[in-house]
Each structure stands twice: as C-alpha cells, then as structure tokens.
C-alpha cells in the first residue's frame, strides 16, 4: 500500500555500499516522467543524475552540506586554504567517528555534522530547465499549426514557481516508485557553492534540491529531526 511506503521514508543520514541496479533506477526515472503531472506538459525542470561513478564529486559535495555553527562560518567570504583544509578533515574525521573510531570524539563535541545522504549512489538533481519547451515538442501538428503561439504568453520561458512545484511532485513519484523497489530514498537542500571545494553538482546551478537513492546503512545511527509535526488543524482547514 502507498501508506505503508511513505510510513516507511525517514530521511537516511547514511547510504550503504549496495548498489542499486541501474536499470531499476532508469525505470523508475522513466515511469515518473510518464506518470508526474506537468502543467500544458511544459517541463520546467532538467533532472540530472550522479551516479556511483560520481562519488568523488559526491563526497566533495558533502562538505558544502556542514551544519550548525560551522555552516556560518564556512559560508562567509575570503576563507583561508587552511580553514578549507580543516573542513575536509573535520568531514574525513566524522566519517570515521561514525565508523566506530572513538578517537574522533571531537567531532560530537565540536558539533560537526554533514548532510552525508548526498553521497548516495544515486543522485538527483533538479535544476531549472534553460526552456520550457522541448524541440521534440516542436515536431508536432499542434505547434507546427502556430496554435501553441497563439495560446501560451510563452513556449520558452521557465517559471520559478512552476520549477519548484514540478521538481517537488516528480520527486514524491520517485519517492513512491523507488520504495515500492525496496529502495530508500533522502532529500537534502543544505549545501552551497564555493570554488575551494568545486564540484560539477553545484556550478551547474542551485538545485531545488537533491535526492539520494539507495539502501540505508543498518550499521549506523540515522539522524532525525527535532522539529515536532504540527497538529492537523494547525495544517488542515475545512471551509
């Protein structure tokens, strides 16, 4: 049932070394394309995928995802090389004070922290499409007539608005499709770009968001958050 899968979907704070099938993952890419409702079948988004054979940019990435009173920090201006060398150490020390290594103790003390789910062996990227009408759409009855001209303001220009409800919806279809796979899903949106620790993911432009795809890592703790749901009614008004 779907509520059993969304009951199931925690954000995972660390992906395994399993490696989902390729192939389910297109399919499930491909399905959601299919089954996602697009206003006037207009996308407004690009979806770009990083596979496992990104993990080096995916682990680079994570030390943009730093947290708490580092994440100021580190998002202020003319940083040394030396507080950029101190980040990826703090980061490779986290790593392994979550693999067991007592030793790293400071990390906790210190309250470093990474969004780590960005290193999942699948992850998606929705960036804001360059146009909202593709050249296969061109090749059709209906736009070749001038129709589409003469009913839209516009066949080429992006919606902010319609990028960010559109990236959120197809995300919720990957969400179910991949769970239903025995997949686990996590999203992240805390990251920025910084040349010190360039990767490809973030020069391309700011994501709506990022999805990881994968199996979670039994063998470690998974972090949550702290925030309480509001109450229904808080949410919810029947007029």
């Not at 499930?28 to 089954?35: D, F, G, H, M």
């Not at 066949?155 to 960010?164: G, I, P, Y």
Request: aromatic share 12%; hydrophobic share 30%; proline share 3%.
């Amino acid at each position: 049932m779907i509520e059993d899968l969304l009951k199931k979907r925690t954000n995972i704070s660390f992906f395994s070394d399993r490696i989902p099938d390729k192939k389910v993952v297109k399919d499930i890419l491909e399905k959601a394309q299919q089954l996602t409702p697009h206003k006037n079948n207009f996308w407004h988004y690009n979806l770009d995928v990083y596979g496992p054979e990104h993990a080096e940019q995916k682990k680079t990435l994570a030390l943009s995802t730093v947290c708490n009173e580092h994440l100021k920090y580190y998002r202020q201006d003319n940083l040394t090389d030396e507080d950029w060398k101190k980040l990826r150490q703090s980061y490779n020390d986290w790593i392994d004070y979550h693999n067991g290594d007592d030793s790293k103790q400071y990390v906790k003390n210190e309250k470093w922290h990474f969004n780590e789910q960005v290193t999942a062996p699948y992850l998606l990227a929705y960036y804001p499409a360059e146009i909202k009408m593709r050249e296969s759409q061109k090749d059709d009855k209906y736009y070749k007539s001038g129709r589409a001209n003469k009913v839209f303001r516009s066949t080429t220009k992006v919606s902010r608005d319609e990028f960010n409800q559109q990236s959120g919806m197809n995300a919720m279809v990957v969400t179910m499709l991949a769970m239903e796979q025995g997949l686990d899903v996590s999203y992240c949106k805390c990251y920025f770009y910084n040349e010190a620790i360039h990767t490809d993911i973030m020069q391309k432009g700011n994501p709506a968001f990022l999805l990881g795809i994968g199996y979670r890592d039994e063998s470690k703790m998974q972090y949550k958050s702290w925030i309480k749901k509001p109450t229904l009614d808080e949410i919810i008004r029947w007029q």
